[in-house]
């Protein structure tokens, strides 16, 4: 069993930064695909970013938003940049491995979320 805590939300002005991270515990972390996704209010939840030796990104992230991991902290970051309104959303980090690292369907561990909000 895999827990995962979310850390690093807050409110930023439109083009500011901020840097997610997520601590898992309870499993071999490196064996584990990991990902970002988020959810706006009124939404259905969707990806953002994830690692699984290789990196992916939805497009409206991409050049914008970089996903790491520290293996022996058994942790995963999410650096934003140039963060915009849209971003606004609560963003969770989950854990799997499937193949499937941009569905929600490819994980079975989630944390409990933090909030990011750009203002403009």
């Known amino acids: 069993q895999v827990q995962l805590v979310e850390s690093g939300g807050g409110l930023v002005q439109a083009g500011g930064s901020l840097r997610l991270s997520c601590v898992a515990s309870?499993?071999?972390?490196?064996?584990?695909?990991m990902g970002w996704f988020r959810q706006a209010p009124g939404k259905e939840r969707e990806f953002v970013a994830a690692?699984?030796?290789?990196?992916y990104y939805t497009d409206s992230v991409k050049g914008r938003f970089t996903i790491s991991r520290d293996n022996a902290k058994n942790t995963v970051y999410l650096q934003m940049n140039s963060l915009k309104p849209e971003d606004t959303a609560v963003y969770y980090c989950a854990a799997g491995k499937s193949f499937r690292v941009t569905t929600t369907g490819g994980y079975g561990y989630w944390g409990q979320g933090t909030q990011v909000s750009a203002s403009s």
């Open positions: 690692t699984s030796g290789k990196t």
């Open positions: 309870g499993g071999s972390f490196s064996y584990y695909n």
